[in-house]
T-cell receptor
């Protein structure tokens, strides 16, 4: 059973470009969470999604950031018009809908904005 | 709103020595409590978790943690540290009866192990 898969592992974007980060949850998991880790800091919750629904986006910046988890395919975190301050590691986690007491994390996507 | 404090940003211990990493949380009720480890450039691995019951929790890799309600603490311990334990350690909390995936993390403690 493969773990949570994130790609790409590393992403470099120029200021103003768009960044798309993908997350495939563990098999059987329909809950996905996105976190951002700025340098020297802990992880900060961004958004919680279930298939085709955003459940909680209280940690998402109001502008330029969006997330989706379609019926088919991976969850996508999209950052439009990236700025240097978006440089961070973005982690995805997933959990089993019947056992919400543990979430499993992917290895993250490290975004660098130049 | 809940918060997590890890007072020690960086700890250095000698290989074979004991280790204690501190974690304090602020929350209205007892939450779910977690400790994760992150090796450089890697994702997070769950070491252990506490929901209820015995306040001393055993985890993987020889780690344990003790929940102390009166002190709102959940400190991580290991009797004898190995060089491979060098990593960053995060304490996290999530409200009871919600999804553990929506957690609040501390800022982490970086562990260095001296030979």
């Amino acid at each position: 059973n493969a773990g949570v898969m994130q790609n790409p592992r590393h992403l470099v974007r120029r200021r103003g470009q768009e960044a798309r980060l993908r997350c495939s949850p563990m098999k059987g998991h329909s809950h996905v969470y996105w976190y951002r880790q700025l340098p020297e800091e802990g992880l900060k919750f961004m958004v919680y999604l279930q298939k085709e629904n955003i459940i909680d986006e209280s940690g998402m910046p109001k502008e330029r950031f969006s997330a989706e988890f379609p019926k088919e395919g991976p969850s996508i975190l999209r950052i439009q018009q990236v700025v240097r301050g978006d440089s961070a590691a973005y982690f995805c986690a997933s959990s089993d809908p019947h056992m919400n007491t543990e979430a499993f994390f992917g290895q993250g996507t490290r975004l660098t904005v130049v | 709103a809940q918060s997590v404090t890890q007072p020690d940003i960086h700890i250095t211990v000698s290989e074979g020595a004991s280790l204690e990493l501190r974690c304090n949380y602020s929350y209205g009720a007892t939450p779910y409590l977690f400790w994760y480890v992150q090796s450089p450039g890697q994702g997070l691995q769950l070491l252990l978790k506490y929901f209820s019951g015995d306040t001393l929790v055993q985890g993987i890799k020889g780690f344990e943690a003790e929940f102390k309600r009166s002190q709102s603490s959940f400190n991580l311990r290991k009797p004898s540290v190995h060089w491979s334990d060098a990593a960053e350690y995060f304490c996290a909390v999530a409200p009871l009866n919600t999804n553990a995936g929506k957690s609040t993390f501390g800022d982490g403690t970086t562990l260095t192990v001296k030979p």
